[in-house]
Every structure is written in structure tokens, then in C-alpha cells.
């Protein structure tokens, strides 16, 4: 078997730093496309005020609309305060709308998310299993009294 050329070598690192680059996630996108999404909860609602839905269904189905969509806005910032305080993998946030490559010099000022690595996803979840396996103990019933 032949050991690979520098150039096979190099391509394959300069693939694999390319493939890592698209996985980082843009805080700013992330937080407008949120905003996208209450903009649109803000102007349902004035139509609704202003009887400006096409039909009366529309008009009987956009207060639920209007509260599922705050209600998934709700969620995703939760999602993403769970992101940014260390306890959710940056990956599970990102669309293609918040995926980017490496900031570049002359970029806008952005916070860029990295997803974690597998060693920093084993010690989550290693984490998890521990505090798991304490709330377990902590919930089952004592052993019975000995007799003697």
C-alpha cells in the first residue's frame, strides 16, 4: 500500500477545514431570522385589528396563528440562550439561513458559533449520565430496613 502524497494530504485537510467552515453558525443571522418571525406575528396582528384578512376563516384562525408562531419564537430563544450558555451543541441551531463559513477581514462584526467537537459532545453527555444516575438515586426508595 502506498502512503499518500503531500498534495493528496493537503487537499483532504483543505476539504475538511472547508467542510468545518460551513458548520459554523452565525449569531446574527439566527437572531434576525427570530425577528423575521415576530415582524410576521406583528403584521398578522395589525391585519386582524385593521379587518384586512382575505376571508372570515382567515380572520378565526389568525389569533392560533399568531400564538403558535410567538410560541415557536419562544422555543427556538430558548434553544439558542441553552446554545450560548454552553449547555446545547451550537449544531442543533443551525438552518441554512445561520450556517456560514469563517469570518473573513472586512466581515461584518458577528458572533460565529462553533459546533462542538466529539470529544466536547462525549463529555456532555458523559455529564448527562452522571447527573442522570444521581436523579435516579436521589428518587428511588431506600433500601428496607435490615432485620437482625
Known amino acids: 500500500m502506498t502512503a499518500p502524497s503531500d498534495a493528496d494530504t493537503s487537499a483532504e485537510s483543505a476539504a475538511g477545514l472547508a467542510e468545518k467552515a460551513e458548520e459554523l ?6 437572531l434576525a431570522h ?4 415576530v415582524n410576521a406575528a406583528a403584521i398578522l396582528s395589525e391585519c386582524v385589528s385593521q379587518d384586512l384578512l382575505p376571508s372570515e ?13 410567538l410560541g415557536l419564537v419562544h422555543a427556538r430563544l430558548l434553544q439558542v440562550r441553552r ?5 446545547e451543541d ?50 428511588s426508595p431506600s433500601a428496607p430496613p435490615q432485620e437482625g
Open 83 to 87: 446554545v450560548l450558555r454552553g449547555t
Open 90 to 139: 451550537p449544531a442543533a441551531i443551525r438552518t441554512s439561513r445561520s450556517a456560514r463559513g469563517e469570518p473573513q477581514l472586512g466581515d461584518d462584526p458577528d458572533v460565529v458559533l462553533r459546533p462542538w467537537t466529539p470529544a466536547q459532545r462525549a463529555a456532555h453527555h458523559a455529564r448527562q449520565q452522571e447527573k442522570a444516575e444521581r436523579d435516579e438515586e436521589a428518587e
Open 57 to 69: 376563516e382567515a380572520q378565526t384562525q389568525a389569533p392560533t396563528a399568531i400564538t403558535a408562531v
Open 25 to 30: 453558525v452565525s449569531l446574527a443571522a439566527e
Open 34 to 37: 427570530v425577528g423575521d418571525a
